[in-house]
């Protein structure tokens, strides 16, 4: 059975980090010491959950969780850490501090460790969050201990309710534009200003107008959708921001 560490203190340990060519030893001190850490552990880089669910929102939502008092979002897996930076770099992680637990120590420490030999991956962590203060677990949320790779309840939106019930999410919007396009660099700034996360898609080979127009029906550049709804041009932006 898996243990809940609520209530204590982080393990001391030593991860080996390669950065900048260098290898660098960083301590559970440094990272966890007079800080408010949220922490996130997950099976392997690049499998299908973890990929495409739990980092992604978690790197969405790390600078809510940081406007709510979270010093550090941290993501630990048992990979080396050539695996964990080229993923962060493909992923566009920039949010998240990634650790790589390669030997499994750190995970050994809090209880997590599984064999997962079934699936030819040998031992690996559980997946599980927590928050963290000044090197003692707050709390932890660890998935249910069933078949398969259960994610309930370590997912970066329950760890935002914990950590402010209230907090505010501010939407997330995509834009098509042109490269070059003034009306676009003025929407740029427009959602900059609203604090509003915008993902650029430029058009080119192999998006091209075909598809915003397909999509907005419109082929001019560019053209909003925040929260799943289409706002339009730079004008339209303005007055739905207004």
Request: negative net charge; hydrophobic residues 35%.
């Amino acid at each position: 059975m898996l243990k809940d560490n609520t209530g204590s203190k982080i393990s001391s340990i030593n991860f080996k980090i390669q950065k900048n060519h260098q290898w660098i030893n960083l301590s559970t001190e440094e990272i966890f010491n007079n800080k408010t850490v949220v922490v996130f552990a997950l099976p392997g880089a690049y499998t299908p959950t973890c990929s495409s669910s739990h980092l992604p929102r978690y790197n969405e939502l790390a600078p809510v969780l940081k406007a709510n008092g979270v010093d550090e979002v941290v993501c630990v897996s048992v990979n080396d850490t050539f695996v964990m930076n080229a993923w962060s770099k493909d992923q566009e992680a920039e949010n998240v501090l990634m650790i790589p637990d390669g030997s499994g120590e750190f995970t050994d420490a809090m209880g997590m460790l599984v064999n997962k030999n079934d699936i030819g991956f040998g031992s690996r962590s559980w997946r599980y969050s927590m928050l963290v203060k000044d090197g003692t677990i707050e709390k932890m949320f660890i998935e249910p201990e069933v078949e398969g790779d259960p994610f309930e309840v370590s997912d970066a939106d329950t760890m935002l309710k914990y950590v402010n019930k209230d907090a505010n999410i501010p939407d997330t919007a995509t834009m098509f534009s042109r490269k070059g396009c003034p009306h676009c660099e003025r929407a740029m700034a427009l959602l900059s200003q609203h604090n509003i996360y915008v993902e650029q898609i430029e058009l080119d080979s192999p998006v091209t107008s075909r598809s915003l127009r397909a999509v907005s029906g419109n082929s001019s550049t560019p053209q909003i959708f925040i929260g799943g709804k289409h706002i339009g041009g730079a004008d339209e932006l303005e007055k739905y921001l207004s």
